[in-house]
Protein backbone atom coordinates (compact mmCIF):
# COMPACT_ATOMS: atom_id res chain seq x y z
CA UNK A 1 0.00 0.00 0.00
CA UNK A 2 2.79 2.45 0.76
CA UNK A 3 4.72 1.35 -2.67
CA UNK A 4 1.76 2.54 -4.44
CA UNK A 5 1.47 5.61 -2.35
CA UNK A 6 4.96 6.57 -2.89
CA UNK A 7 4.59 5.88 -6.92
CA UNK A 8 1.40 7.87 -7.26
CA UNK A 9 3.46 10.76 -5.46
CA UNK A 10 6.08 10.36 -7.82
CA UNK A 11 3.76 10.65 -10.82
CA UNK A 12 2.40 13.38 -9.58
CA UNK A 13 5.35 15.27 -8.86
CA UNK A 14 6.63 14.40 -12.30
CA UNK A 15 3.61 15.87 -13.92
CA UNK A 16 3.74 19.19 -12.01
CA UNK A 17 7.47 19.40 -13.22
CA UNK A 18 6.35 18.42 -16.51
CA UNK A 19 3.62 21.14 -16.81
CA UNK A 20 5.82 24.27 -15.43
CA UNK A 21 8.31 23.34 -18.00
CA UNK A 22 5.98 23.70 -20.46
CA UNK A 23 5.13 27.33 -21.21
CA UNK A 24 1.66 28.60 -21.50
CA UNK A 25 0.19 28.80 -25.53
CA UNK A 26 1.44 32.09 -26.75
CA UNK A 27 -1.02 34.00 -28.09
CA UNK A 28 -1.00 35.53 -31.82
CA UNK A 29 -1.31 32.26 -34.34
CA UNK A 30 -5.07 31.76 -33.88
CA UNK A 31 -6.22 34.89 -35.79
CA UNK A 32 -7.05 36.81 -32.49
CA UNK A 33 -9.31 39.96 -33.30
CA UNK A 34 -7.96 42.89 -31.08
CA UNK A 35 -9.97 43.74 -28.11
CA UNK A 36 -12.44 46.67 -27.63
CA UNK A 37 -10.99 49.48 -26.55
CA UNK A 38 -11.39 49.73 -23.35
CA UNK A 39 -10.01 46.55 -22.90
CA UNK A 40 -6.92 46.91 -24.94
CA UNK A 41 -4.30 48.74 -22.24
CA UNK A 42 -5.28 45.18 -19.80
CA UNK A 43 -4.69 42.92 -22.87
CA UNK A 44 -1.10 44.97 -23.51
CA UNK A 45 -0.75 44.38 -19.68
CA UNK A 46 -1.04 40.21 -20.27
CA UNK A 47 0.50 39.99 -23.13
CA UNK A 48 3.79 42.35 -21.56
CA UNK A 49 3.77 39.39 -18.48
CA UNK A 50 4.38 36.94 -21.71
CA UNK A 51 7.47 38.96 -23.04
CA UNK A 52 10.28 36.49 -21.39
CA UNK A 53 8.48 33.33 -22.70
CA UNK A 54 7.16 34.30 -25.91
CA UNK A 55 9.58 37.05 -27.57
CA UNK A 56 10.57 34.70 -30.02
CA UNK A 57 7.45 33.76 -31.50
CA UNK A 58 6.58 36.25 -34.38
CA UNK A 59 2.63 35.41 -33.95
CA UNK A 60 2.74 36.92 -30.64
CA UNK A 61 5.19 40.02 -31.64
CA UNK A 62 2.87 41.06 -34.24
CA UNK A 63 -0.09 40.99 -32.31
CA UNK A 64 1.44 42.77 -29.29
CA UNK A 65 2.21 45.41 -32.02
CA UNK A 66 -1.18 45.97 -33.16
CA UNK A 67 -2.48 46.13 -29.69
CA UNK A 68 0.51 49.14 -29.20
CA UNK A 69 -0.62 50.02 -31.91
CA UNK A 70 -4.22 50.83 -30.92
CA UNK A 71 -3.24 52.26 -28.33
CA UNK A 72 -1.48 54.90 -30.07
CA UNK A 73 2.12 54.19 -29.40
CA UNK A 74 3.35 53.57 -32.27
CA UNK A 75 7.26 53.57 -31.14
CA UNK A 76 6.91 50.61 -28.98
CA UNK A 77 4.80 48.52 -31.61
CA UNK A 78 7.45 49.43 -34.51
CA UNK A 79 10.23 47.58 -32.21
CA UNK A 80 7.94 44.67 -31.74
CA UNK A 81 6.62 44.98 -35.57
CA UNK A 82 10.07 44.70 -36.86
CA UNK A 83 10.92 41.85 -34.90
CA UNK A 84 8.14 39.73 -35.87
CA UNK A 85 9.09 40.44 -39.54
CA UNK A 86 12.44 39.47 -38.85
CA UNK A 87 11.17 36.20 -37.69
CA UNK A 88 8.63 35.63 -40.52
CA UNK A 89 8.83 38.49 -43.31
CA UNK A 90 5.42 36.89 -45.17
CA UNK A 91 3.68 38.44 -42.38
CA UNK A 92 1.00 40.11 -44.33
CA UNK A 93 -1.09 41.93 -40.97
CA UNK A 94 2.41 42.47 -39.51
CA UNK A 95 3.60 44.19 -42.63
CA UNK A 96 0.16 46.39 -42.55
CA UNK A 97 0.72 47.45 -38.68
CA UNK A 98 4.24 47.98 -39.55
CA UNK A 99 3.69 50.78 -41.62
CA UNK A 100 0.69 52.22 -39.37
CA UNK A 101 3.74 52.20 -37.14
CA UNK A 102 6.05 54.20 -39.24
CA UNK A 103 3.60 56.46 -40.92
CA UNK A 104 2.59 57.95 -37.33
CA UNK A 105 6.23 58.10 -36.62
CA UNK A 106 6.21 60.44 -39.68
CA UNK A 107 8.69 57.72 -41.54
CA UNK A 108 5.67 57.70 -44.25
CA UNK A 109 8.93 56.91 -47.38
CA UNK A 110 9.48 53.43 -45.73
CA UNK A 111 5.52 52.99 -44.71
CA UNK A 112 4.65 53.58 -48.40
CA UNK A 113 7.04 51.40 -49.70
CA UNK A 114 5.72 48.61 -46.95
CA UNK A 115 2.37 49.00 -48.33
CA UNK A 116 3.44 48.41 -51.73
CA UNK A 117 5.09 45.37 -50.76
CA UNK A 118 1.86 43.77 -49.20
CA UNK A 119 0.09 45.24 -52.76
CA UNK A 120 2.02 43.12 -55.09
CA UNK A 121 2.15 40.17 -53.30
CA UNK A 122 -0.42 37.59 -55.10
CA UNK A 123 -1.89 36.11 -52.44
CA UNK A 124 -3.42 39.32 -50.90
CA UNK A 125 -7.64 39.20 -50.76
CA UNK A 126 -9.10 41.46 -53.58
CA UNK A 127 -11.47 42.55 -50.92
CA UNK A 128 -8.27 43.86 -49.35
CA UNK A 129 -6.49 45.85 -51.96
CA UNK A 130 -8.92 48.69 -52.39
CA UNK A 131 -8.42 49.56 -48.95
CA UNK A 132 -5.01 49.09 -49.04
CA UNK A 133 -4.61 51.37 -51.92
CA UNK A 134 -6.61 53.82 -50.33
CA UNK A 135 -4.23 54.18 -47.62
CA UNK A 136 -1.21 54.22 -49.75
CA UNK A 137 -2.95 57.27 -51.75
CA UNK A 138 -3.69 59.36 -48.13
CA UNK A 139 -0.16 58.63 -46.91
CA UNK A 140 1.26 59.86 -50.24
CA UNK A 141 -1.21 62.70 -50.54
CA UNK A 142 -0.49 63.72 -46.69
CA UNK A 143 3.19 63.80 -47.64
CA UNK A 144 2.73 66.05 -50.47
CA UNK A 145 0.90 68.31 -48.24
CA UNK A 146 3.57 68.69 -45.65
CA UNK A 147 5.81 69.54 -48.03
CA UNK A 148 3.49 72.27 -49.27
CA UNK A 149 2.31 73.57 -46.07
CA UNK A 150 5.35 72.51 -43.57
CA UNK A 151 4.20 69.32 -41.12
CA UNK A 152 1.15 69.26 -39.35
CA UNK A 153 0.39 67.73 -36.26
CA UNK A 154 -3.01 65.67 -37.99
CA UNK A 155 -2.68 62.62 -38.92
CA UNK A 156 -4.92 60.60 -41.22
CA UNK A 157 -6.85 57.12 -41.32
CA UNK A 158 -8.08 55.02 -43.90
CA UNK A 159 -11.67 54.18 -45.09
CA UNK A 160 -13.91 54.96 -47.49
CA UNK A 161 -13.99 58.34 -49.19
CA UNK A 162 -13.12 61.23 -47.58
CA UNK A 163 -10.45 60.48 -44.67
CA UNK A 164 -9.56 62.97 -42.07
CA UNK A 165 -8.43 63.41 -38.56
CA UNK A 166 -8.33 66.34 -35.93
CA UNK A 167 -7.12 67.83 -32.68
CA UNK A 168 -8.34 69.56 -29.74
CA UNK A 169 -6.38 71.29 -27.32
CA UNK A 170 -6.47 73.08 -24.28
CA UNK A 171 -3.54 75.15 -22.65
CA UNK A 172 -2.42 77.03 -19.55
CA UNK A 173 0.28 79.01 -18.97
CA UNK A 174 1.80 82.65 -18.65
CA UNK A 175 3.48 84.94 -21.14
CA UNK A 176 5.47 87.93 -20.85
CA UNK A 177 4.43 90.14 -23.56
CA UNK A 178 1.22 89.62 -24.05
CA UNK A 179 0.44 92.82 -25.91
CA UNK A 180 3.73 92.45 -28.20
CA UNK A 181 4.92 95.86 -26.70
CA UNK A 182 7.83 97.43 -27.63
CA UNK A 183 10.85 96.29 -26.06
CA UNK A 184 12.33 99.65 -24.74
CA UNK A 185 10.54 102.11 -21.85
CA UNK A 186 11.07 105.08 -23.83
CA UNK A 187 10.87 106.66 -27.56
CA UNK A 188 13.23 108.49 -29.36
CA UNK A 189 11.39 111.14 -31.62
CA UNK A 190 13.57 113.49 -34.53
CA UNK A 191 12.34 116.83 -34.38
CA UNK A 192 13.05 120.09 -36.08
CA UNK A 193 15.12 121.03 -32.80
CA UNK A 194 16.95 117.68 -31.83
CA UNK A 195 15.79 114.48 -30.88
CA UNK A 196 13.41 113.99 -27.66
CA UNK A 197 12.89 111.16 -25.57
CA UNK A 198 9.65 110.69 -24.30
CA UNK A 199 8.59 107.54 -22.13
CA UNK A 200 5.73 105.36 -22.82
CA UNK A 201 2.69 104.98 -21.19
CA UNK A 202 2.02 101.63 -18.95
CA UNK A 203 -0.23 100.81 -21.28
CA UNK A 204 2.33 100.68 -24.39
CA UNK A 205 4.95 98.52 -22.29
CA UNK A 206 4.94 95.03 -21.91
CA UNK A 207 2.47 92.95 -19.55
CA UNK A 208 2.63 89.86 -18.33
CA UNK A 209 0.49 87.54 -17.19
CA UNK A 210 -1.47 84.41 -16.84
CA UNK A 211 -3.45 83.23 -19.91
CA UNK A 212 -5.77 79.86 -21.96
CA UNK A 213 -5.41 78.88 -25.27
CA UNK A 214 -7.84 76.77 -26.93
CA UNK A 215 -6.57 75.49 -30.61
CA UNK A 216 -8.35 73.29 -32.66
CA UNK A 217 -7.24 71.71 -36.06
CA UNK A 218 -8.95 69.30 -38.57
CA UNK A 219 -8.35 68.27 -42.03
CA UNK A 220 -9.96 66.38 -44.65
CA UNK A 221 -8.31 64.38 -47.58
CA UNK A 222 -10.49 62.64 -50.49
CA UNK A 223 -8.00 60.39 -52.95
CA UNK A 224 -8.61 60.39 -56.25
CA UNK A 225 -7.85 58.23 -59.16
CA UNK A 226 -4.61 58.20 -60.54
CA UNK A 227 -2.64 59.48 -57.17
CA UNK A 228 -4.39 62.78 -57.83
CA UNK A 229 -6.18 64.27 -53.79
CA UNK A 230 -7.89 66.86 -52.58
CA UNK A 231 -7.88 68.18 -49.08
CA UNK A 232 -9.69 70.67 -47.31
CA UNK A 233 -8.46 71.66 -43.48
CA UNK A 234 -9.23 74.22 -40.98
CA UNK A 235 -7.13 76.00 -37.99
CA UNK A 236 -8.36 77.84 -34.93
CA UNK A 237 -7.08 79.59 -32.09
CA UNK A 238 -7.88 81.61 -29.22
CA UNK A 239 -5.96 83.10 -26.39
CA UNK A 240 -7.91 84.22 -23.14
CA UNK A 241 -6.56 86.33 -20.97
CA UNK A 242 -9.19 87.47 -17.57
CA UNK A 243 -6.66 89.93 -16.44
CA UNK A 244 -6.09 92.08 -19.86
CA UNK A 245 -9.01 91.47 -21.51
CA UNK A 246 -7.85 94.20 -24.46
CA UNK A 247 -5.25 90.76 -25.60
CA UNK A 248 -7.50 88.36 -26.04
CA UNK A 249 -7.01 86.48 -29.65
CA UNK A 250 -9.07 84.54 -32.18
CA UNK A 251 -7.09 83.18 -35.10
CA UNK A 252 -9.13 81.47 -37.96
CA UNK A 253 -7.46 80.04 -41.14
CA UNK A 254 -9.28 77.55 -43.57
CA UNK A 255 -8.16 76.44 -46.66
CA UNK A 256 -8.28 73.44 -49.62
CA UNK A 257 -6.02 72.23 -51.81
CA UNK A 258 -4.90 69.71 -55.22
CA UNK A 259 -2.73 68.02 -55.94
CA UNK A 260 -1.90 66.29 -59.63
CA UNK A 261 0.56 63.66 -60.55
CA UNK A 262 3.04 65.21 -63.01
CA UNK A 263 6.26 63.29 -64.80
CA UNK A 264 8.18 62.05 -61.20
CA UNK A 265 6.53 64.34 -59.06
CA UNK A 266 2.70 66.27 -58.12
CA UNK A 267 1.18 69.35 -59.24
CA UNK A 268 0.37 71.19 -56.18
CA UNK A 269 -2.78 73.96 -55.85
CA UNK A 270 -4.11 75.76 -52.78
CA UNK A 271 -6.31 78.22 -51.84
CA UNK A 272 -6.68 79.55 -48.48
CA UNK A 273 -8.41 82.14 -46.29
CA UNK A 274 -6.95 83.60 -42.69
CA UNK A 275 -8.93 85.87 -39.86
CA UNK A 276 -7.52 87.78 -36.84
CA UNK A 277 -9.24 89.54 -34.14
CA UNK A 278 -7.65 91.00 -31.21
CA UNK A 279 -9.00 92.59 -28.26
CA UNK A 280 -12.73 92.61 -29.73
CA UNK A 281 -11.66 94.42 -33.02
CA UNK A 282 -10.92 92.98 -36.66
CA UNK A 283 -7.50 93.50 -36.83
CA UNK A 284 -6.35 91.47 -40.37
CA UNK A 285 -7.40 89.50 -42.81
CA UNK A 286 -5.63 87.92 -45.76
CA UNK A 287 -6.05 85.43 -49.00
CA UNK A 288 -3.72 83.04 -50.24
CA UNK A 289 -3.30 81.60 -53.82
CA UNK A 290 -0.54 79.17 -54.41
CA UNK A 291 0.76 76.97 -56.98
CA UNK A 292 4.47 74.59 -57.72
CA UNK A 293 5.18 71.47 -58.16
CA UNK A 294 7.49 68.72 -56.17
CA UNK A 295 9.26 65.85 -56.72
CA UNK A 296 9.86 62.40 -54.56
CA UNK A 297 13.53 61.75 -54.30
CA UNK A 298 13.96 59.06 -51.88
CA UNK A 299 12.55 59.81 -48.68
CA UNK A 300 12.82 63.67 -49.56
CA UNK A 301 10.48 66.18 -51.23
CA UNK A 302 11.94 69.27 -53.07
CA UNK A 303 9.33 71.60 -54.01
CA UNK A 304 9.14 74.90 -55.92
CA UNK A 305 6.53 77.30 -56.42
CA UNK A 306 4.49 81.10 -56.53
CA UNK A 307 2.80 82.79 -53.21
CA UNK A 308 -0.06 85.42 -54.03
CA UNK A 309 -1.79 87.15 -51.21
CA UNK A 310 -4.09 89.79 -50.78
CA UNK A 311 -3.48 91.35 -47.04
CA UNK A 312 -6.16 93.73 -45.45
CA UNK A 313 -6.41 95.56 -42.40
CA UNK A 314 -10.03 96.82 -41.53
CA UNK A 315 -9.09 98.83 -38.59
CA UNK A 316 -5.79 100.42 -40.05
CA UNK A 317 -6.71 100.83 -43.97
CA UNK A 318 -3.20 102.34 -45.06
CA UNK A 319 -1.32 99.16 -44.59
CA UNK A 320 -3.49 96.93 -46.91
CA UNK A 321 -1.15 95.38 -49.60
CA UNK A 322 -0.56 92.46 -51.88
CA UNK A 323 1.88 90.09 -51.87
CA UNK A 324 3.88 87.68 -54.48
CA UNK A 325 6.64 86.04 -54.33
CA UNK A 326 8.43 82.37 -55.31
CA UNK A 327 8.93 79.77 -52.61
CA UNK A 328 11.12 76.42 -52.10
CA UNK A 329 11.41 74.02 -49.88
CA UNK A 330 12.17 70.29 -48.53
CA UNK A 331 10.23 68.16 -46.76
CA UNK A 332 11.87 64.62 -45.53
CA UNK A 333 11.00 61.38 -43.15
CA UNK A 334 14.70 60.38 -42.23
CA UNK A 335 13.75 57.37 -39.92
CA UNK A 336 11.58 58.74 -37.14
CA UNK A 337 12.60 62.36 -37.58
CA UNK A 338 10.53 64.63 -39.62
CA UNK A 339 12.18 67.61 -41.30
CA UNK A 340 10.70 70.35 -43.46
CA UNK A 341 12.49 73.12 -44.71
CA UNK A 342 10.52 76.20 -46.67
CA UNK A 343 12.08 79.74 -47.78
CA UNK A 344 9.87 81.94 -49.14
CA UNK A 345 11.08 85.92 -50.68
CA UNK A 346 9.17 88.22 -52.83
CA UNK A 347 7.85 92.07 -52.82
CA UNK A 348 4.46 93.27 -50.55
CA UNK A 349 3.04 96.09 -53.11
CA UNK A 350 1.17 98.68 -50.93
CA UNK A 351 -2.09 99.65 -51.98
CA UNK A 352 -1.86 103.19 -50.83
CA UNK A 353 0.01 105.20 -49.53
CA UNK A 354 1.53 103.11 -46.60
CA UNK A 355 4.27 104.57 -44.06
CA UNK A 356 7.84 102.91 -45.47
CA UNK A 357 5.93 101.92 -49.23
CA UNK A 358 6.82 98.52 -50.87
CA UNK A 359 8.34 96.17 -49.03
CA UNK A 360 10.74 93.20 -49.79
CA UNK A 361 10.21 90.45 -47.73
CA UNK A 362 11.47 86.73 -47.36
CA UNK A 363 11.10 83.98 -44.40
CA UNK A 364 12.42 81.02 -43.52
CA UNK A 365 11.22 78.04 -41.51
CA UNK A 366 12.62 74.58 -40.46
CA UNK A 367 10.39 72.13 -38.40
CA UNK A 368 11.61 68.83 -36.96
CA UNK A 369 10.23 66.39 -35.09
CA UNK A 370 11.07 62.72 -33.09
CA UNK A 371 9.51 60.34 -30.69
CA UNK A 372 12.03 61.05 -27.55
CA UNK A 373 10.69 58.93 -24.11
CA UNK A 374 7.59 57.95 -25.65
CA UNK A 375 6.80 60.71 -26.58
CA UNK A 376 7.22 63.22 -29.67
CA UNK A 377 9.13 66.78 -29.60
CA UNK A 378 8.97 68.91 -32.30
CA UNK A 379 10.74 72.22 -33.18
CA UNK A 380 9.33 75.40 -35.12
CA UNK A 381 12.17 77.76 -36.29
CA UNK A 382 10.93 80.48 -38.06
CA UNK A 383 12.94 83.59 -39.26
CA UNK A 384 11.27 87.08 -41.41
CA UNK A 385 13.27 89.84 -42.72
CA UNK A 386 11.02 93.23 -43.94
CA UNK A 387 13.39 95.58 -45.70
CA UNK A 388 10.62 98.89 -46.55
CA UNK A 389 11.42 100.98 -49.88
CA UNK A 390 11.25 104.11 -48.58
CA UNK A 391 11.12 105.81 -45.14
CA UNK A 392 9.28 105.02 -42.13
CA UNK A 393 8.50 107.86 -40.44
CA UNK A 394 10.21 111.30 -40.66
CA UNK A 395 10.31 111.53 -36.46
CA UNK A 396 11.39 107.92 -36.44
CA UNK A 397 15.10 107.44 -36.81
CA UNK A 398 15.81 110.33 -38.81
CA UNK A 399 13.66 109.43 -41.23
CA UNK A 400 15.61 105.87 -42.04
CA UNK A 401 14.32 103.24 -43.93
CA UNK A 402 12.67 100.76 -41.39
CA UNK A 403 14.01 96.91 -41.32
CA UNK A 404 12.68 94.24 -39.06
CA UNK A 405 13.92 90.82 -38.54
CA UNK A 406 12.09 88.74 -36.12
CA UNK A 407 13.14 85.01 -35.28
CA UNK A 408 10.42 82.51 -33.38
CA UNK A 409 11.26 79.65 -31.81
CA UNK A 410 8.73 76.85 -30.59
CA UNK A 411 9.06 74.24 -28.93
CA UNK A 412 6.52 71.06 -28.36
CA UNK A 413 6.83 67.74 -25.73
CA UNK A 414 3.38 65.66 -26.08
CA UNK A 415 3.76 62.76 -24.59
CA UNK A 416 0.53 59.83 -24.89
CA UNK A 417 -1.35 59.02 -22.21
CA UNK A 418 -4.08 56.54 -24.22
CA UNK A 419 -4.99 56.24 -27.43
CA UNK A 420 -6.39 59.77 -28.13
CA UNK A 421 -4.97 61.83 -25.12
CA UNK A 422 -1.78 63.39 -24.54
CA UNK A 423 0.23 65.42 -22.11
CA UNK A 424 2.28 68.74 -23.51
CA UNK A 425 4.31 71.04 -22.60
CA UNK A 426 5.50 74.14 -24.80
CA UNK A 427 7.70 76.97 -25.29
CA UNK A 428 8.01 80.23 -27.46
CA UNK A 429 10.33 82.79 -27.68
CA UNK A 430 10.31 85.77 -29.79
CA UNK A 431 13.14 88.12 -30.80
CA UNK A 432 12.61 90.86 -33.09
CA UNK A 433 15.05 93.63 -33.85
CA UNK A 434 14.55 96.93 -35.97
CA UNK A 435 16.36 99.85 -37.04
CA UNK A 436 13.29 101.92 -35.86
CA UNK A 437 13.35 101.14 -32.21
CA UNK A 438 9.38 101.03 -31.74
CA UNK A 439 9.71 97.78 -33.56
CA UNK A 440 12.00 95.80 -31.39
CA UNK A 441 9.71 93.14 -29.47
CA UNK A 442 10.78 90.53 -27.13
CA UNK A 443 8.58 87.69 -25.52
CA UNK A 444 8.84 84.59 -23.75
CA UNK A 445 5.62 81.92 -23.22
CA UNK A 446 5.41 78.70 -21.19
CA UNK A 447 2.08 76.70 -21.52
CA UNK A 448 1.08 73.56 -20.12
CA UNK A 449 -2.04 71.36 -21.59
CA UNK A 450 -3.91 68.04 -22.62
CA UNK A 451 -4.72 67.19 -26.59
CA UNK A 452 -7.31 65.09 -27.72
CA UNK A 453 -6.53 63.32 -30.77
CA UNK A 454 -9.20 61.49 -33.45
CA UNK A 455 -8.52 59.70 -36.77
CA UNK A 456 -5.46 58.09 -35.70
Request: charged share 20%.
Amino acid sequence: MSLRIGLAAGLLAALLLLSRAVPAACPGDAGEPLPPAEKLQAAEEDLARLAAECSGKPGYLAYHGAILNALGRPDAAAVLLEQALLLDPRRAGAQIDYADALAALGDRASAMALLRDVLARPDVPPALRPQLERRLTAMDAQSRFDALAALTNLRTWAGTGWQGAGTLTAKLGRDSNLNSAPAHDSLTLTLPGGEAVLALADRFRPRAGSATLFEANGQMIRPADGGAALQVYGDARMRVTPAASDTNYQQLQAGAARSQPLSGGFALFSIAASQLRYGGSDLFRALRLAAGRDWQMGGCRPSLGLDGESRSFPTAGELEGRFLGVRVGLSCSLGPDRLSVALRGGQDAARADRPGGNQRQSDLRVLWSRPIGGGRLGADLSWYRQQDASGYSPVLANGASRRIDRTILYLEYAYPVSATWSVLATLEALGQRSNVELFDVTGRALYFGLRWTSGR
